[in-house]
């Protein structure tokens, strides 16, 4: 499974974007999936998770009632919807993947991922 993660940009703090993560198949319909961030000198955090049933959802409470993650089968595609951007957000982005039977789980552990996208950078101006 190929990802390719897109859609990051220059914006001012208040504002929005939204990102993109695609995949080289139908790989969402059994992967769970996630968004994760990496600014200079830190760690890759955990941004928002996904079941591949999108029943099931997870966000860091940095981004809470922010950003929301859905889905496009038919597309094959994976959003990450961000407002109320702010300067703290200002990192890479990666979107990743993993098989996941049940349709119910999400993970939030970096390392629970197999597949992952190159990186999307979103830069947020005070």
């Known amino acids: 499974v190929q990802l390719q993660a897109s859609g990051g940009g220059l914006v001012q703090a208040g504002g929005s974007l939204r990102l993109s993560c695609v995949a080289s198949?139908?790989?969402?319909?059994?992967?769970?999936v996630a968004w994760f961030r990496q600014a200079p000198g830190k760690e890759r955090e955990i941004v928002a998770a996904?079941?591949?049933?999108?029943?099931?959802?997870y966000f860091a409470d940095t981004v809470k009632g922010r950003f929301t993650i859905s889905g496009d089968g038919t597309k094959n595609t994976v959003y990450l919807q961000m407002n109320s951007l702010k300067p703290e957000d200002t990192a890479v982005y990666y979107c990743?993947?993993?098989?996941?039977?049940?349709?119910?789980?999400?993970?939030?552990?970096?390392?629970?991922?197999?597949?992952w996208g190159q990186g999307t950078q979103v830069t947020v101006s005070s």
């Open positions: 990743a993947a993993r098989h996941d039977v049940s349709g119910r789980r999400y993970y939030t552990d970096r390392m629970e991922y197999s597949y």
């Open positions: 198949r139908r790989a969402f319909s059994n992967h769970a």
């Open positions: 996904r079941s591949w049933s999108g029943r099931n959802t």
